[in-house]
């Protein structure tokens, strides 16, 4: 049986920095998997890397198989037809990952009209209306004509899953999906992503620095550190089988247990090969 | 200092001094006077005798060229100077006073800036009556509001971080942070404007000196030779009208790339 | 957008104001006599005294200002002695030449900076970055009444593919006559093609020369306006949904970029109307710029302070309208709202 996602030793730098160095990572059909790290660990870089959006100073090595057939990062062309309608991708910051000077339904329809070339105008603006109803946008066939800044932070990171979605892709990315987000929105958002997935039964990756957000949308967890994937373990036995920096990582988390006493900092687990000798 | 070493900051630089050693040297090696006409060679062509030609009334061309060299780089750090120190003070005085005064000084700055740089440096030389010395200081004043805006936004900028109110709490007082806070932040921007400004003098005190109002006729300088040889451009004595222009276009591209290179080396955006 | 719109109306007003009390100081007060100033050196004093009388140069400085302003705004611009014409009368004849330059020079502008921009922006490479980059320090640093002289050498002297500096028609051609006074466009209207290519082509070498400095300007603004956009994550997330890199440079990139870049019309329009005044000399070309140059020439300055003036007032007036128009296009000035 084929894998929806294997990724085999690859590497990314830029100029002497080394952003991930032999990463191997492979995920199954349904696989819902947090990426977990610091900033700084590489964990954006892996995403961005798979979808082939890297900045073109990167110097990127390996392969990474995608339902089988490595992707093809070289042609351009052929990546757009990965990305948006097999591999689904969220940005971190909402507010920024919209056009200023352009309408959210203008947003909906691009993305719509580049996952589904043969839609019509009329159509995929019915269609974007469907799509906000269902993240839970109220009065969608009003709100398709207003600009990201009469949104909010929270609305607007649904409307960027619905537009994740439109392709129906295989696997999503997500990128620190809700760390702008305020607490409670956070939960709505990491919410409806979680009954998303579940329903459509897509490979799911959540990059986070937070384990736990990973904890509530995720079953099981991949540690970055220093560009290197230092351990994966199913999120059950993150507790009794984790490597040495996943308990500090741990332990920096705050939770009830824990009221009054300071919460403890990672302090020397300073990546030592940050930067190749040359 | 480690600013110089960068390439953008070194060539332009380099280039720089390069132009004011040769018309600064220039005469030594070159003496012959750039006002003596020599009828003897009107008109003649770039040669062994005149590098780069003599002109209708028999001056050396090269010689012309160093001198207008002289005057124009000489103008162009006296234009820097004369708009950098009243400009900064214009500006600072406003970010530090702020309400009316501010309003006042700064809709005084948009009023000068309204007017094309170049015809508000004719209305002033054409109403201090006229030469050289009268299109420095309408230039000059052009340069105002460069200087001024730039030095209130940096001031401003600077007063609204946090370690400023830190200095402040430690019970520093506002003149010693200025000096001490404000003004080696504000030192990089305010050398990136200069270095433009220094380009800006030269190219808009040729174009006043071609109708006119600058430097005046016998005077060697750039601008005031361009008018004088284009009688000639169009009869085959190009070298009248190119030399001169190549000076200007070298020495304000230098300024410009000066200007850049130091912006981006101080981490400005990039151009 | 009311509020706005009342606020930029106010500050402009002001601008306006300052602009002429500035012209009005630099020209009446200073040390020169300014009734000498209008009437040349020619003029007996009688006649100077008399304008004195006139003009009100004995009145305070206040009722002074009020007059020279009430009648600049009601268009009595003064006489000019060398010509014998009134200044309105010259202004209104020699407009349309340089309207006409005017406007080639922003086309001429507008579409090779934009061009050269985006291809350096599109495909980033030695060349398409390179020449832009090298077109625009150049154009930024080329004294523009050089370049036309030296455009004229190489063009018109050497190969001979372009006119002499003998103005917008060779002799012999009659003006096309029409209602706008553009010779293009009158030519057009009138079907006369042969005249609209004789007066484009006398129209080329001008109009580049003045558009230069524009051309430099914007296209270096552009440039890094594009940059910034380009490096902007909506550009990345529009990508990750399947758009193509063409499209999203077309569609995103490019609206993002030209907003900011628009703003600085009024600049250019500025530059325009003070290169027109060293271009004008350099092609003998017969526009409001040339008429500045001869009355600085034969110091009859009343032709001069008229123009200089009303080029703080276009300019200022051009930058309301773009902060207007600006207002009304971007959303999130128009609506103000947001979180």
Not at chain 1, 54 to 73: I, S
Not at chain 2, 37 to 46: E, Q
Request: charged share 15%; aromatic share 8%.
């Amino acid at each position: 049986m084929t894998g929806l996602l294997d990724i085999r030793r690859l590497s990314v730098a830029f100029g002497p920095t080394r952003a991930l160095s032999d990463i191997d990572l492979a995920l199954e059909p349904g696989t819902r998997l947090g990426l977990v790290g610091e900033s700084g660990s590489g964990k954006s870089t892996l995403g961005l890397a798979v979808l082939g959006l890297l900045p073109p100073d990167a110097a990127c090595t390996g392969e990474v198989r995608f339902q089988g057939e490595p992707l093809p990062w070289s042609d351009d062309r052929a990546m757009t037809r990965v990305r948006g309608r097999r591999i689904g991708f969220i940005y971190q910051d909402p507010m920024a990952a919209f056009s200023p000077v352009h309408t959210i339904g203008t947003h909906i329809t691009r993305a719509l009209r580049a996952a589904h070339p043969g839609v019509g105008r009329r159509e995929a603006l019915d269609w974007s209306v469907a799509l906000l109803e269902e993240v839970e946008i109220n009065k969608p066939r009003e709100r398709l004509d207003h600009y990201p800044n009469e949104y909010s932070g929270g609305m607007l990171q649904r409307v960027m899953i619905a537009a994740a979605l439109v392709g129906d892709p295989d696997l999503l990315i997500a990128d620190e999906p809700t760390t702008a987000l305020d607490v409670t929105t956070q939960a709505s958002v990491l919410g409806m992503l979680d009954r998303i997935v579940e329903a459509r039964g897509m490979g799911f990756i959540l990059i986070s620095h937070d384990l736990g957000v990973v904890a509530e949308a995720c079953r099981e967890v991949a540690v970055m550190y220093g560009g290197k994937l230092i351990q994966r373990v199913a999120l059950a036995d993150l507790k009794a089988e984790a490597h040495p920096y996943t308990r500090a990582l741990l332990e920096a988390r705050p939770t009830f247990g824990k009221r009054g006493q300071r919460l403890s900092t990672i302090a020397d687990f300073l990546p030592s090969d940050w930067f190749d000798d040359a | 200092m480690s600013i110089i070493r960068s390439v953008p900051v070194f060539l332009p630089l380099a280039l720089l001094t390069v132009l004011a050693g040769a018309v600064v040297v220039g005469p030594l090696v070159w003496p012959i006077d750039p006002y003596t006409m020599d009828f003897a060679a009107i008109l003649a062509p770039p040669g062994p005798g005149h590098w780069m030609g003599t002109d209708s009334v028999g001056r050396d061309v090269l010689a012309r060229f160093l001198a207008g060299g002289r005057l124009s780089l000489s103008v162009g750090v006296i234009v820097m100077l004369g708009g950098l120190v009243p400009g900064a003070i214009i500006g600072v005085i406003a970010a530090r006073a702020g309400g009316i005064v501010d309003m006042v000084l700064m809709r005084a700055m948009d009023s000068i800036a309204a007017f094309p740089p170049i015809l508000l440096a004719m209305a002033v030389a054409i109403g201090l009556g006229g030469g050289l010395w009268t299109a420095v200081i309408g230039v000059i004043i052009s340069t105002l509001p460069f200087f001024a805006r730039l030095m209130r936004s940096e001031v401003l900028r600077i007063m609204s971080h946090r370690f400023v109110d830190a200095a402040e709490s430690m019970g520093a007082t506002p003149a010693f942070i200025l000096l001490w806070h404000v003004s080696p932040h504000a030192a990089s921007t305010m050398l990136v404007q200069c270095a433009a400004v220094f380009g800006y003098a030269i190219i808009t005190l040729a174009g006043l000196g071609f109708v006119g109002l600058g430097a005046e006729v016998p005077t060697a300088e750039w601008g005031v030779m361009i008018t004088e040889g284009m009688k000639y451009a169009l009869t085959g004595q190009w070298w009248l009208t190119v030399f001169p222009g190549l000076g200007i276009l070298v020495a304000v591209s230098a300024a410009n790339l000066l200007a850049d290179g130091l912006s981006a080396t101080m981490g400005g955006r990039h151009a | 957008m009311i509020r706005i719109a009342a606020s930029r109306l106010a500050t402009s007003l002001i601008a306006l104001l300052g602009a002429a009390l500035f012209a009005f100081i630099a020209l009446r007060v200073a040390p020169g006599d300014a009734a000498r100033l209008v009437l040349g050196p020619f003029a007996t004093d009688e006649a100077v005294q008399a304008l004195r009388v006139k003009m009100g140069l004995d009145d305070p400085l206040p009722v002074q200002f009020w007059h020279y302003l009430t009648s600049f705004v009601s268009g009595d611009w003064g006489w000019s002695y060398s010509l014998g014409q009134s200044v309105r009368d010259l202004l209104g004849e020699r407009f349309p030449a340089t309207l006409e330059l005017g406007l080639y020079a922003f086309l001429f502008a507008l579409v090779a900076a934009v061009s050269l921009a985006v291809i350096g922006a599109f495909r980033r490479g030695l060349l398409s970055d390179g020449v832009p980059r090298a077109l625009s320090v150049f154009a930024l640093a080329v004294p523009q009444f050089w370049f036309g002289i030296v455009a004229l050498i190489i063009g018109f002297e050497m190969l001979g593919l372009f006119p002499g500096p003998s103005g917008r028609l060779p002799p012999g051609v009659t003006a096309p006559a029409g209602p706008t006074g553009l010779y293009t466009i009158d030519a057009l209207l009138a079907g006369d093609l042969a005249t609209f290519a004789t007066a484009l082509h006398y129209l080329a070498l001008p109009a580049i020369t003045l558009g230069l400095l524009p051309f430099g300007f914007l296209l270096r603004l552009l440039r890094a306006n594009l940059l910034d956009v380009a490096g902007e994550p909506f550009v990345l997330v529009a990508r990750a949904q399947g758009q193509s890199h063409f499209r999203v440079f077309l569609r995103y990139v490019l609206p993002n970029a030209i907003i900011p870049t628009l703003m600085a019309s009024g600049l250019i329009l500025g530059q325009l109307l003070a290169g027109s005044v060293l271009v004008e000399r350099v092609f003998n070309w017969p526009g409001a710029g040339s008429l500045v140059t001869q009355g600085l020439l034969q110091q009859d300055y009343s032709v001069v302070q008229t123009f200089i003036l009303l080029s703080a007032f276009i300019y200022i007036l051009a930058n309301l309208f773009v902060d207007l128009l600006a207002a009304a296009i971007d959303p999130r000035i128009a609506r103000g709202a947001g979180q």
